[in-house]
């Protein structure tokens, strides 16, 4: 460049002794960017607004306004909620209530089972150095290319018929039908790739002088994985937790096909799939349905808004 | 209005909901208490048996899942591509000569290619540019938040959200759907029924998709921003680059690797993600997509070759891309 050695000339708007990050600051933080990003930042939120007041609306005016009138002539209520969770008021009997309870039903131990196993196989495969591990420990990681698609038949051919070699029965059929056991552990068994890899980064570098310092004074395994291990790694543990709970209580697919529709087990994805369907037409009642739906979501994504955007990232290449 | 009846339901629903939880609690404590005791009684075992012991008490049941869940699984679906609808006489190719030759099925595919190149595309673009905007902006921890919030919520809860948002009244009559308002508003006397206008609905869906990964890309993005160092940006400064200049010859270089990751990610999402078409059309309209017809073809036209042959294509999709991704992911873990 020709001016290589010329003074730079300072950057635009810049005073003689503003520091040069600060400059830059100035430069970019211009009213234009502001009001382009309240604009998006507006235009993102509306939807779900759209979906929360229309929610809160008595059923005529919902079907005689649009949801933005509420603000010349506002009309709340919570009817709607309680119409939606116990009476049910889609022409059906029952409310949502019994799904909201299946969700959590599913997701809690859908969310420590894998939690708990994950990190114990990670741990053994990070500390109980064996022949093979290495192998085993990649052959876990490169699972996670799988998609789910690829498992759910012959899954639910085996939770429903066993299997069979031959005439010989190697697992018996299992009359899991109208349990969770069936969500819980398709549920568990898809997380595994992830989360072992995901715990295994994390726990193979705990410092190695502890690790040997308890088995130094005699610790087995199981002692130094329970008192050592578990209360060190909640970091990770946490950051997991709240992502594969999320990714459970949001799934459609896995309780589409291993819970059915039954008000038994099926979570509120599915009624909500459902009713999305059959009953659009009554709005005041679907949107109070779906926003009972993303509420525990919501209350997890902005009290643990750290722990969930740094587990998300580690797992967006999930399922 | 609470009536009697009401008053009954929500007390048999309580009644319900406290069987239910006492048996998930059951079944954790149960579950929690089991590998307790084993881990006792492994414990006790010395000699030369304790580390082999400890290894298959540790990583035992994580294998048995992954092979019962996974692996078997995966080969059992290539298995059943092979083989007619019920899995009783062997087809060869025939399943996926059906998904490759049969007319709809080619508007599926050509709807997942569809939405493959455009939802990714614009979500990472549209995240890239909020992530420059936001950058340095007072208060950006805020807008984060809220762009970055449909990424909490269920696919299907954000289905319903623009369903809404697309809803179709007779134009003579006061419209609830806000897309429909702000046509007539700005004066198109007639919009259509959104959903129902093919080819527009493809994009209308894929709008939901975008919407839900931009906030995803643009913290992503964002933070790769923020990790180019000072002192390049400055050099590039000085050296006259402005703008879009700084842009494209400083900026994109710098977080290529994020971009791309990116990218793949959202694209990944797109080919497996089900829920939006499922809720909002069932793959009525000339909408569906690969997945979902996967879903339909196994569990509700059972029938498990061709389901299989589509899981398999998905598949094979799917691969390069999250080979790709893990692959980036790993080195730049090494590298840092």
């Known amino acids: 460049m020709s001016e290589q050695l010329a003074p730079a000339p300072p950057p635009p708007g810049a005073g003689d002794r503003e520091p040069p990050v600060k400059a830059v600051r100035r430069v970019f933080s211009n009213p234009l960017a502001s009001l382009l990003m309240v604009v998006v930042t507006v235009l993102w939120t509306i939807p779900t607004i759209g979906l929360l007041v229309t929610s809160l609306r008595p059923e005529e005016d919902v079907s005689d306004s649009g949801w933005w009138t509420v603000f010349s002539d506002p009309n709340l209520t919570l009817e709607n909620y309680h119409t939606v969770l116990f009476e049910g008021g889609f022409g059906v009997s029952g409310g949502l209530m019994p799904y909201m309870v299946n969700s959590l039903a599913i997701s809690i131990p859908a969310t420590v089972f894998p939690l708990v196993l994950a990190a114990m196989a990670a741990y053994g495969l990070a500390w109980v150095k064996f022949r093979g591990s290495d192998v085993v420990f990649f052959a876990i990681f490169a699972l996670q290319v799988v998609p789910l698609q690829m498992a759910l038949i012959p899954l639910l051919q085996l939770f429903s018929g066993g299997a069979h070699i031959g005439s010989v029965t190697v697992i018996p059929a299992f009359d899991l039908s109208g349990t969770y056991a069936p969500v819980w552990l398709a549920h568990t068994m898809f997380a595994m790739p992830l989360a072992i890899f995901l715990l295994h980064n994390f726990i193979a570098q705990l410092p190695r002088d502890l690790m040997e310092a308890a088995v130094v004074d005699g610790a087995t395994h199981f002692k130094i994985f329970r008192s050592i291990v578990l209360p060190l790694s909640a970091p990770a543990l946490a950051s997991f937790a709240i992502f594969q709970f999320l990714w459970v209580w949001n799934d459609l697919l896995v309780a589409l096909t291993f819970a059915g529709g039954t008000p038994e087990v099926a979570p509120m994805t599915v009624r909500l799939a459902q009713l999305s369907g059959s009953f659009g037409g009554r709005w005041e009642l679907l949107t109070a349905g779906a926003f009972l739906s993303l509420i525990i979501p919501l209350i997890v994504f902005f009290a643990l808004q750290r722990y969930f955007v740094r587990g998300l990232l580690a797992g967006s290449v999930k399922g | ?336």
């Open chain 2, 1 to 336: 209005m609470p009536t009697a009846t009401a008053v009954h339901l929500a007390d048999s629903a309580w009644t319900d909901a406290t069987i239910k939880f006492t048996n998930t609690v059951g079944a954790v404590a149960g579950f929690l208490g089991v590998l307790l005791l084993i881990f006792f009684a492994a414990g006790r075992a010395t000699g030369r048996f304790s580390r082999p012991l400890a290894v298959l008490v540790m990583i035992g049941p994580a294998i048995l899942l992954l092979l019962v869940g996974l692996v078997i699984p995966l080969i059992r679906t290539v298995y059943l591509s092979f083989y007619n609808d019920d899995s009783t006489k062997a087809v060869g190719g025939s399943n996926y000569g059906w998904a490759l030759t049969t007319e709809s099925i080619h508007q599926v595919l050509w709807n997942t290619l569809q939405w493959l190149v455009v939802a990714p595309l614009v979500a990472t673009g549209t995240g890239l540019v909020l992530a420059l905007l936001v950058d340095r902006l007072r208060g950006q921890a805020l807008y984060k938040s809220l762009l970055f919030m449909p990424m909490a919520i269920s696919l299907v809860g954000a289905s319903i959200i623009w369903k809404f948002v697309y809803q179709d009244r007779d134009p003579s009559q006061p419209q609830i759907g806000l897309l429909s308002q702000l046509a007539i508003s700005l004066g198109w006397d007639d919009p259509p029924n959104w959903i129902l206008s093919h080819p527009l609905n493809n994009y209308l869906l894929m709008i939901v998709m975008i919407w839900v990964q931009t906030g995803f890309a643009m913290v992503v993005l964002s933070a790769a921003i923020k990790a180019i160092p000072d002192e390049i940006t400055e050099a590039a400064r000085l050296d006259g680059a402005r703008g879009f200049q700084l842009f494209r010859h400083v900026t994109v270089p710098m977080i290529r690797t994020t971009l791309i990751v990116v990218l793949t990610t959202v694209m990944i999402t797109t080919l497996k993600a089900f829920d939006i078409v499922r809720t909002m059309t069932g793959g009525n309209f000339g909408t569906q997509v690969l997945a979902n017809e996967m879903y339909s073809q196994s569990f509700v036209q059972f029938n498990v070759g061709r389901g299989s042959a589509l899981a398999v294509i998905l598949f094979l999709a799917v691969i390069p891309l999250v080979a790709y991704n893990i692959v980036q992911l790993r080195k730049e873990r090494e590298h840092r």
